[in-house]
């Protein structure tokens, strides 16, 4: 535990990096993946699975809490923490990609975006002040400035436009944000699939000697490839001193080739929201529970895992509780997913620490291509 927000890169193997952030509420193992807790759950699971399964942070939706249960009354409750059980580093995103993508936008200018609730139709405004104030008020650990993430493909004018308002709206953020020990408010770094405003939006953002840098304004639509490109292009600009998370990444595959260009964090719903529709991951690949062909085997998912979820329930079980639709079906397959996540995450912390990532790498994509089993 520190009374700061200290990052310890401990190790390299190549471009990965093994690393620790410690903070006052606990240590976070990077290279590191967030489940996210969209509003205050992680989908189908008790938060003791969450940590016993390996999480040692998990993100919080800022467009959903602000919603319901609101700001304000989160801060009366105690806080995020004291309300959803969980002691240990809450990162909450800024509101404003879900702003985007789930609100009825009404408006978009320099003040900030005005919506209206999914929820209710209600209009909203937040400002990059507001989204500060709120992620503080949810007693938010690890804070990301109000930003616009455009998709891709889109036009260069348009993503310029958008990188240099996100830009301004980080400085308002920092100033906003002022001085919390032991909290960090990362930047984010837009710019779409041009290498030219992914160094100018890096450059601006490290003038502000921010605790951390996200990558934003990916996993929206591009290639693979094009995704790590701007992560060849924008790494290296960032002080390497200072953790570097990838915002809604990903795939098993996706992390293990983001972690080679030096990549520290990662959020993603894939492991839960593909669980409740009957996909399982494993060591071996991806299991389409719902296949016909399940139906009558009864071997469990892999008879060699620490997850009670993995190890101890057949597959024929698990189609059956897929094709009825039972609660408990993606409530075993979200648990068996998150914790090849962290299994997976482990895996990589320990190939860096031993300098043998790339060969790690290359294994475990093997392993994948292989494909269903
Ligand atoms: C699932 N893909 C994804 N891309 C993201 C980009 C951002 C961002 N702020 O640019 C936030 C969340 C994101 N989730």
């Known amino acids: 535990?520190?009374?700061?927000?200290t990052f310890n890169l401990k190790?390299?193997?190549?471009?990965?990096?093994?690393?620790?952030?410690?903070?006052?509420?606990?240590?976070?193992?990077?290279p590191a993946f967030m489940p996210v807790g969209t509003v205050g759950t992680v989908k189908a699971m008790y938060l003791d699975q969450v940590k016993e399964g390996g999480a040692d942070i998990i993100l919080g939706n800022t467009y959903h809490l602000m919603l319901r249960p609101g700001p304000e009354r989160v801060a009366?409750?105690?806080g995020l923490h004291e309300l959803i059980r969980w002691p240990g580093p809450i990162l909450t995103d800024s509101g404003g990609f879900q702003v985007?993508?789930?609100?009825?936008?009404?408006?978009?200018?320099?003040?900030?975006?005005?919506?209206?609730?999914?929820?209710?139709?209600?209009?909203?405004?937040m400002s990059p002040e507001r989204s500060i104030e709120i992620q503080g008020l949810l007693?938010?650990?690890?804070?990301?400035?109000?930003?616009?993430?455009?998709a891709l493909p889109n036009e260069p004018r348009e993503i310029e436009r958008a990188m240099e308002l996100s830009l301004r709206w980080a400085e308002r953020c920092r100033v906003a944000f002022g001085n919390q020990p032991g909290k960090a408010m990362f930047g984010i770094v837009q710019g779409g699939d041009q290498p030219a405003l992914r160094i100018r939006s890096a450059e601006g953002l490290k003038q502000l000697d921010?605790?951390?840098?996200?990558?934003?304004?990916?996993?929206?639509?591009?290639?693979?490839?094009v995704m790590l490109d701007m992560l060849r292009i924008t790494l290296p600009v960032l002080p390497t001193e200072k953790p570097r998370y990838l915002m809604g990444v990903g795939t098993p595959d996706d992390m293990l080739k983001s972690v080679a260009e030096g990549i520290d964090m990662f959020d993603c719903v894939m492991?839960?929201?593909?669980?409740?529709?009957?996909?399982?991951?494993?060591?071996?690949?991806?299991v389409n529970i719902r296949n016909a062909r399940h139906a009558e085997d009864m071997r469990p998912l892999d008879e060699q895992s620490s997850c009670p979820a993995t190890r101890d329930y057949s597959r024929a079980y698990l189609h059956h509780l897929v094709r009825s639709n039972e609660a408990l079906g993606g409530m075993l397959?979200?648990?068996?997913?998150?914790?090849?996540?962290?299994?997976?995450?482990?895996?990589?912390?320990?190939?860096?620490?031993?300098?043998?990532?790339?060969?790690?790498?290359?294994?475990?994509?093997e392993m994948w291509a292989r494909g269903d089993i």
Request: aromatic content about 6%.
């Open 100 to 125: 985007m993508s789930l609100s009825g936008l009404r408006k978009l200018d320099e003040q900030g975006v005005t919506f209206k609730s999914h929820v209710d139709g209600s209009l909203h405004h």
């Open 1 to 5: 535990m520190s009374e700061n927000f």
């Open 11 to 30: 190790a390299t193997s190549g471009k990965a990096r093994l690393g620790e952030i410690t903070m006052p509420r606990g240590t976070i193992r990077t």
């Open 76 to 78: 009366r409750l105690g």
């Open 333 to 365: 397959l979200s648990w068996n997913n998150l914790s090849y996540y962290q299994e997976l995450m482990q895996g990589i912390r320990q190939a860096i620490a031993e300098d043998r990532f790339e060969d790690f790498k290359a294994e475990t994509i």
């Open 139 to 150: 007693d938010s650990d690890i804070q990301m400035q109000l930003d616009e993430c455009v």
């Open 271 to 286: 492991p839960t929201r593909s669980g409740r529709h009957g996909l399982a991951f494993t060591r071996r690949g991806k």
């Open 210 to 225: 921010l605790k951390g840098y996200s990558i934003g304004g990916l996993a929206v639509g591009e290639p693979q490839a």
